[in-house]
């Protein structure tokens, strides 16, 4: 038998005073009920209820049982409403993870919207160049930069990720645009720390740019040191857009970038959608899926 049902019929004796309106409140027969208590006793080996032919009552053990049924069918109930009330709306916590760059120039000035919108939901959102493994991890969901390999995630594709070369007006007045990759050479190219020597700027064998005074894993500082005039950088075009549309950055080189990489938002298949993951879903693709 189900034992929290028959812990519910016990609980249900105890505060009826007998088996037969017990039955009527739990819909079932006088023979049922006793099957239920039997069953409990068992499982025990103690006596739950002293019966008689007139009444009944608890015994000892059956007072301090009674009593710990209560307490778990109250968290039961409480596990069971809070989790209707999850599925009724977007609430709980929600645990995300994305590349830095995507993270800090794009998605995380986005989330005060998504937030005011669902004020029942709490955001973690972690920043790192690492592939997360979001089961493993417990994350919601992903952006993933570059082929997904995973295909028991649900990929849900965004705009591509591109890459830009470019340099300040003041920096392009004192030392000129670079017109071919050969050009870099003669140019500070503020590099990353990161990057391998082989993948350097990432444009062909004729990129050999000149060692730069600053060098920064972080793609919000080498942007402020281009617009500070000190040298080319090549970031995700998402980073500088705003920057480029007004004039305080130039791109340059663009018949020479690299491929568009593909970006998605994965989430775990066969994971029981929440509202609260629905929602960030529908959020994401909203301001940055594809067109």
């Known amino acids: 038998m189900d034992r929290l049902r028959s812990m519910e019929v016990f609980v249900g004796v105890a505060d009826a005073g007998s088996f037969t309106a017990a039955a009527r409140v739990f819909e079932m027969s006088v023979v049922m009920v006793g099957k239920h208590i039997a069953e409990l006793e068992q499982r025990l080996g103690a006596r739950l209820l002293n019966r008689t032919t007139r009444r009944q009552s608890l015994t000892e053990i059956g007072e301090q049982y009674c009593e710990q049924c209560r307490q778990i069918l109250a968290h039961v109930q409480s ?82 990720y591109g890459m830009v070369i470019c340099a300040s007006p003041a920096y392009l007045a004192r030392h000129g645009a670079p017109h071919t990759p050969a050009d870099l050479a003669q140019h500070q190219c503020l590099d990353f720390l990161h990057w391998r020597r082989v993948v350097r700027w990432r444009l062909n064998a004729e990129a050999t740019p000149q060692p730069s005074r600053f060098r920064s894993n972080n793609g ?35 018949d020479h970038m690299p491929p568009l990489r593909p970006l998605h938002l994965i989430y775990p298949r066969g994971r029981q959608a929440t509202p609260k993951l629905n929602s960030f879903v529908d959020f994401v693709v909203k301001h940055f899926g594809l067109r």
Do not use: C, W
Request: no cysteine; aromatic share 2%; charged share 25%.
């Open 79 to 160: 596990a069971e409403s809070g989790a209707l009330a999850m599925r009724s709306g977007a609430r709980g916590n929600l645990r995300i993870s994305a590349p830095v760059a995507f993270g800090s120039a794009l998605l995380a000035p986005r989330l005060p919207d998504y937030m005011a919108a669902h004020p029942e939901v709490s955001v973690d959102l972690e920043l790192s160049e690492r592939i997360s493994d979001v089961v493993e991890e417990g994350l919601d969901a992903a952006i993933r930069i570059g082929r997904l390999e995973d295909s028991t995630m649900i990929a849900r594709p965004l705009k591509p």
């Open 220 to 254: 919000q500082a080498l942007k402020q040191m281009a617009l500070n005039g000190y040298g080319l950088v090549m970031l995700a075009e998402i980073v500088v857009s705003e920057e480029i549309a007004d004039g305080r950055l130039v791109p340059l080189l663009r």
